[in-house]
């Protein structure tokens, strides 16, 4: 995935409302608000003087002329976007470059399944039962090289892994794939401790048959891709 225009460097000032940052912008000095396209907690992600990176862009329809997309952090880089992940994920689907479902050749994106839910993609073959997968993005980390989700509680969250378990129990399959935005993790655990409802959503899904995987990224001020499979600690 390839951002639309070429991102410019900028200092966090603050982060707030949620879906707010002001900046000063590298190349003027200039304080500009821009998008934060992140309703999460941001842990380690919003501190102030780190050096983020921004779209511009020039659609009249958009009050704000620039979205955050990039955080930088000591030597890595992270991901702020959650609309992201699954235009990674479904631009891999369709390359092939995810192995656990490379076997499947069909794929839609948010279809309705559930109790009033789109899953994210609904991978079909014929012969096979149809894979339900969910997308979850990734992009903290606390210690070493360990990666965490959910950095808040996720009541939607844990409602998709129970909607997954009931698809399984219909017969199909159900994968819960994260996705992780950021390069300096080589682990994936869940931080059951910023939302214990979840870990258990997590563990009833696991005993039910849902799958999890976890793969890393490739990022860049030009995009992001898919990476490599990593290891989930339980």
Sequence with gaps: MRFQTPLIPARLIRRYKR?????TLESDGREVTAHCPNPGAMLGLADEGMRVWLEPNDNPKKKLKFGWRLVEIDNAMAGIDTAVPNRVVGEALQEGKIAEVADYSGVKAE???GQ???????LTEDGKPDLYLEVKNVHLRRKGNLA????CVTARGAKH???LSEMVRQG????????????DC?????ARDLDPDYGNAFDRARDAGVEAVCYDTKISTEGVSIGKAI????
């Design 19 to 23: 879906f707010l940052a002001d900046v």
């Design 111 to 113: 279809v309705k399944y």
């Design 116 to 122: 009033n839910s789109r899953v994210d993609f609904l």
């Design 148 to 151: 965490e989700f959910p950095d």
């Design 161 to 163: 892994l129970d909607e």
């Design 172 to 183: 199909h399959r159900a994968v819960m794939f994260y996705l992780l935005q950021r390069t």
């Design 186 to 190: 080589a682990e994936f655990a869940l």
């Design 231 to 234: 290891p989930i600690i339980e």
